[in-house]
């Protein structure tokens, strides 16, 4: 069973920073995409960055929501099977739970989700 487990999430003031990370029970070269999305209560899931080509020898490649574009930033760590999302200059409008997705083939995984919450 594989498993993502996301720490980072908090309480920050607008403007200010936070980076999420997303730890992987297996290689992230096992995943053939890696995301965060993001969901505030009453509204649809969002995806806000989305990981790809995560081979050995890629460097793979990253898009973003709209929103987010400039301000955060998706990156990884082979060695520790871990995915992060920079986020800075946070607005009141990006609190919500955050959640990382990884695929395998046909099937696709979730962690529990971690909760950004920006003041203004």
């Known amino acids: 069973q594989v498993h993502l487990v996301e720490s980072g999430g908090g309480l920050v003031q607008a403007g200010g920073s936070l980076r999420l990370s997303c730890a992987a029970s297996e290689s992230i070269f096992s995943f053939s995409s890696m995301g965060w999305y993001r969901q505030v209560p009453g509204k649809q899931r969002e995806s806000v960055a989305t990981?790809?080509?995560?081979?050995?020898?890629?460097?793979?490649?990253?898009s973003y929501t709209d929103s987010v574009k400039g301000r955060f930033t998706m990156s990884r760590d082979n060695a520790k099977n871990t995915v992060y999302l920079q986020m800075n200059s946070l607005k009141p409008e990006d609190t919500a739970v955050y959640s990382c997705?990884?695929?395998?083939?046909?099937?696709?995984?979730w962690g529990q989700g971690t909760q950004v919450t920006v003041s203004s």
């Open positions: 990981l790809t080509r995560l081979g050995p020898t890629n460097i793979g490649t990253t």
């Open positions: 997705n990884g695929r395998i083939g046909p099937k696709e995984y």
